[in-house]
């Protein structure tokens, strides 16, 4: 319910795009058009195709004309019909304006993505095309909005310019109309901001000084248009004269929160806002504030705006609700955690197993406290550098420093690994463990049954799977836990006879690597078991960094194979595997280019299929990290959609180079493991 009332909230229109002329106001609300005459009375509508995506919206007399953005083409809209009258699709990128002469003979149209204007005739055909990119003059960067002046040239707005030029019907520059100054004081930027504009359209000392002009409007002699930042939000409405000279500034009641579009008829002005959904009209005369337009625009702003409201309503109730209806699930799982943690706390493991008869790695204290230290280190010199650069990552330094920072990780990585702390076989886990073991079978054992020792090992690579392992002098059990090593949960168990047993042996986990990332590595042994089950023989493979325990196992049970005589067959718990022979179990040689190509599809995929777990994982939430950051700066890089300053694209291109370094990289890595792993 909560799900569905938010996205009914996304789906409510608000008033956008607007137009005006002497027969009337033509306003797109959603996805329908509303006429309206001068006193705001709607005289009719058109609803448009869901597809469409305007880019402008003109009423030339009484027709409506319509740019969509989606298709690049320019429509007249009549009785719900879409008639093309120019399709731009084969040069238009992105957002472009248009503009008509009054002889309805050529079309005119600013592509802000190519800073470019083309010049069409009425059935479309290109005739030229002229600007160029830049911020000269004759040059355009990011071109919005195009209009007739009175006598009959072009006014375009040249956004990223900051000022408004003339140009001639044929596309040659004239002259600059006006300059836009720069408004309040110079723009410092905060730490947030300054990592958040690593990829900025300006420089950070230019960022905030200039607003940027781009909807426009001519009423009489004076140019109105929009200055805004971060889009078209916290926009002013400004009048410059027909000299170009700053005259006042249009002021609502309460600032305009999203400014969609600007229109005007005669000596009034109309201001769209998405955010409140409200239609602002002004006097330019003597610069005031006349009210919201349309008493009937306003009803169907608070009708959506109450629905709104409703929807909100409906989400907070259904989130209440769900609470509501939590709670007492909660509290109650709770009551029950409490109680079993309670009984668990209660059990002595030294009724139980002798204190050496648990098996358990050496944790070296000195490297553990090393590694905390160090990363503590690394963590406050990564904030000394974000704190003493204005953008760390564009200072000409940053791959010295950031090399030695990602050493020291890695270093203290290794440390916290070597130092015993992150393998599960250490004395509190494991007690840990068997507490809920006697816990919840507290007649596990049979009268004349002795623990002879116990540990636990990872049982998998991958997930996050461990085992108890509780040897007595009758059989073997098998306790299967998941989770990690904060908390984890008692699963299924099986026990074995050890006359079951067919096999036993430890080897090396090879996870060769040639790189750095090789110091995250634990030298890993395995301990092989091949266990004759109701179904055949399965293999059961443990893992664990320190071979001594796992070369105790397998002498212990070496020693009960061999002088087992009871198999406990009736109580025994066999789990259902696929019957295999023998002779199929064996390493099986891998494909060297298999690898490789995986770690060219994604970074990581590779060092999964190497069975270097951690290390694919490294590399993949590095490669996604890369993508995030990369993805948005490129694509706007490609499409011309943003301006680059000199520091913004060299971070775009030492990031892409460091990409590409880490995407080798990664391949290589790959393919020399796959190579040792098939010898």
């Not at 609803?47 to 429509?75: F, H, M, R």
């Not at 015993?420 to 054992?445: D, N, S, T, W």
């Not at 298999?594 to 993949?620: D, E």
Request: charge should be positive; glycine fraction near 6%.
């Amino acid at each position: 319910m909560k799900l569905w009332a938010e996205n009914k909230i996304n789906e409510l229109p608000s008033p956008n795009f607007i137009s005006a002329s002497e027969n009337g106001v033509a306003v797109s609300w959603g996805n329908t058009i509303y006429l309206l005459d001068h006193t705001g009375h709607v005289t009719g509508k058109e609803i448009l195709p869901e597809k469409i995506k305007l880019t402008q919206l003109k009423l030339i007399d009484n027709e409506i004309w319509i740019g969509d953005v989606a298709s690049k083409c320019i429509y007249k809209v009549k009785n719900a019909e879409l008639k093309k009258v120019l399709d731009g699709s084969s040069l238009i990128r992105n957002v472009f304006k248009f503009a008509l002469n009054k002889t309805r003979d050529r079309i005119y149209v600013t592509d802000s993505s190519n800073h470019k204007g083309y010049i069409y005739d009425y059935q479309g055909r290109l005739l030229k095309n002229f600007g160029k990119e830049g911020k000269a003059p004759a040059e355009l960067k990011f071109p919005n909005s195009i209009l007739f002046t009175e006598d009959g040239n072009l006014l375009i707005v040249n956004t990223n310019a900051h000022r408004l030029d003339i140009y001639s019907t044929e596309g040659d520059f004239i002259k600059t109309f006006a300059n836009v100054e720069s408004i309040g004081k110079k723009y410092i930027p905060s730490r947030a901001d300054v990592l958040r504009n690593i990829f900025s359209n300006v420089d950070n000392e230019v960022r905030g000084k200039y607003e940027w002009p781009t909807l426009l409007t001519l009423c009489n002699d004076k140019a109105v248009f929009l200055l805004a930042k971060n889009g078209l939000e916290n926009s002013k409405l400004v009048v410059y004269d027909n000299q170009g000279r700053f005259s006042g500034e249009l002021a609502p009641t309460e600032p305009l929160r999203m400014a969609g579009d600007v229109a005007s008829w005669g000596d009034n002005v109309l201001v769209t806002d998405r955010e409140t959904r409200k239609i602002h009209l002004f006097k330019v005369e003597n610069m005031s504030y006349i009210g919201e337009f349309s008493q009937e625009m306003k009803d169907l702003s608070f009708k959506n705006i109450l629905e709104e409201k409703n929807y909100k309503n409906i989400s907070c109730i259904a989130l209440v609700a769900l609470l509501l209806v939590s709670v007492p699930i909660i509290i109650l799982l709770m009551h029950q955690r409490r109680r079993e943690a309670k009984g668990v706390a209660t059990i002595d493991i030294k009724s139980f197993i002798p204190s050496d008869a648990i098996w358990t790695v050496k944790l070296d204290k000195k490297k553990l406290q090393m590694s905390i230290a160090l990363m503590g280190f690394v963590f406050i010199l990564l904030i000394i550098c974000l704190s003493v650069f204005k953008v760390f990552l564009l200072h000409r330094n940053f791959i010295i420093i950031l090399l030695i920072i990602t050493i020291l990780y890695f270093y203290a990585l290794m440390l916290l690994i070597s130092s015993g702390y992150l393998f599960v076989a250490r004395r509190p886990l494991i007690e840990k463990m068997l507490k809920e073991v006697f816990f919840k079978h507290p007649q596990l054992f049979q009268p004349d049954e002795v623990v002879a020792c116990c540990t636990a090992l990872q049982s998998s690579l991958i997930m996050k799977k461990y085992v108890l392992l509780i040897m007595t002098n009758r059989q073997l059990f098998m306790f299967d836990i998941m989770g990690g090593l904060t908390g984890f949960t008692l699963r299924d168990f099986s026990r074995y006879a050890y006359r079951n047993i067919k096999s036993v042996s430890v080897e090396k986990v090879n996870m060769p690597s040639k790189l750095v990332i090789r110091s995250i590595n634990a030298n890993m042994h395995m301990l092989r078991l091949s266990i004759e089950g109701g179904t055949g023989v399965k293999e059961m493979n443990f893992y664990l960094a320190q071979n001594q325990i796992l070369d105790k196992i397998k002498i212990f049970l070496e020693q009960k194979r061999s002088k087992s005589e009871f198999i406990d067959i009736n109580n025994q718990k066999v789990e259902t595997v696929k019957a295999i022979h023998p002779g199929l179990r064996g390493k099986i040689e891998t494909k060297k280019w298999i690898a490789p190509v995986l770690s060219a599809i994604f970074p990581g995929l590779g060092q999964f299929y190497n069975r270097q777990i951690l290390k694919g994982t490294i590399f993949s939430a590095a490669g996604c990290m890369f993508i995030i950051i990369l993805i948005r700066p490129l694509m706007e890089f490609i499409n011309k959609n943003v301006e680059y300053s000199e520091k913004g694209l060299k971070a775009l291109v030492i990031f892409v180079l460091f990409f590409l370094l880490f995407y080798l990289m990664n391949i290589v890595d790959a393919y020399f493991n796959s190579k040792k792993e098939s010898l």
